[in-house]
């Protein structure tokens, strides 16, 4: 589906756009995650932390100028296979700062300042700007978030998909492609826009929720989602209460509390990542239905189990595909 739209608002873009108008006028003078940056013309080539960030430069029509990657959570989406497939990836997980650094990028973008930032386990912004490597941090990692309260950060205000838009929209300004993000963008509006109508027409009003994850052990509490980041979004816009009541993103939250909220969905996380055994979502399957604590919940015992790209959890262009995921599966579980 994600396909089929966006090769349709990239022709309309095409057809009616002014090419003028699109232009960027360099130098181009932007404030990312309180850094000002300050760009002479459209980098030459990128480096990505973050799939999240790579699937936008993909989406853009960029992969030309992608020279590395890093940090994956899934197989890249399918219509970027070809693409990705003649990029260097530099690590599955966190690349070291040399390896980026060798590229010798125009730009280093950036999904989490967990990875380039402040406390930057990869390097801070500031190690990048001393060798004349500019970093962009997508917005949605600082868009009313703070970053200093652990790996993941607590959100202040709920997450908004405009943060996303904000990402492809700059990238599109930094790489002169205003008219293909302008694009994209309005794709995700319009599909988003259907999603939280068909939503709505679902009628929930009692059932609750719980995302999970991984865990750092199988038999440890779990990362869930927090009520604020892109899993509580999804939530507010089908109706669904979050059992987890915390801003963090993604705390670590007792079976024992979440069996007591009992939740009436359970949506587990598949990735690729295998950083955890818990990040394999088979074993997440047959811990829930072997587990004497969660295999009382309601959601287990009936079978109300939505299994959801890990990628799409966290902010991405893949968030719009995971509400119509969501939006597909929870008719049959008669929830109204």
Not at 35 to 56: N, R
Not at 164 to 188: E, M, N, P
Request: with cysteine.
């Amino acid at each position: 589906m994600f396909v089929r739209s966006l090769t349709v608002a990239l022709a309309c873009a095409t057809g009616f756009a002014s090419p003028v108008m699109a232009e960027t006028t360099y130098p181009l003078q932007l404030k990312n995650c309180g850094v000002d940056l300050t760009f002479q013309k459209a980098p030459d080539s990128v480096v990505t932390v973050g799939q999240a960030a790579t699937e936008i430069l993909y989406a853009l029509g960029l992969g030309d100028k992608v020279t590395g990657t890093s940090v994956w959570f899934t197989e890249v989406l399918p219509e970027f296979r070809e693409t990705n497939a003649r990029v260097a990836r530099l690590a599955d997980n966190d690349p070291s700062f040399e390896s980026v650094v060798a590229k010798k990028p125009g730009l280093v973008a950036v999904q989490y300042e967990w990875h380039v930032g402040p406390q930057g386990i990869v390097a801070t912004r500031e190690q990048f700007a001393d060798v004349g490597i500019p970093t962009y941090v997508l917005p949605a990692d600082c868009w009313k978030k703070d970053n200093s309260t652990g790996s993941d950060g607590t959100r202040s205000a709920m997450f908004e998909m405009a943060s996303i838009h904000a990402g492809v929209t700059q990238l599109g300004q930094i790489f002169d492609v205003s008219d293909r993000a302008d694009a994209l963008v309005a794709d995700l509006k319009a599909r988003e826009a259907v999603a939280i109508e068909k939503a709505r027409a679902l009628d929930l009003h009692d059932a609750s929720a719980v995302f999970w994850f991984s865990s750092a052990e199988m038999d440890v509490d779990p990362y869930v989602a927090g009520r604020k980041g892109p899993p509580g979004y999804m939530m507010e816009k089908l109706g669904l209460k979050n059992v987890v009541e915390s801003d963090e993103e993604w705390p670590t939250v007792s079976w024992e509390t979440i069996a007591r909220a009992n939740p009436s969905v359970i949506v587990i996380a598949r990735m690729d990542r295998r950083r955890f055994e818990a990040d394999d979502y088979e074993k997440k399957l047959a811990f829930l239905k072997s587990d004497p604590v969660t295999r009382q919940m309601d959601a287990v015992k009936n079978n109300r189990i939505v299994i959801l790209d890990a990628h799409a959890m966290d902010p991405s262009i893949r968030n719009v595909t995971a509400l119509e995921t969501l939006v597909e599966a929870l008719p049959a579980f008669g929830l109204k």
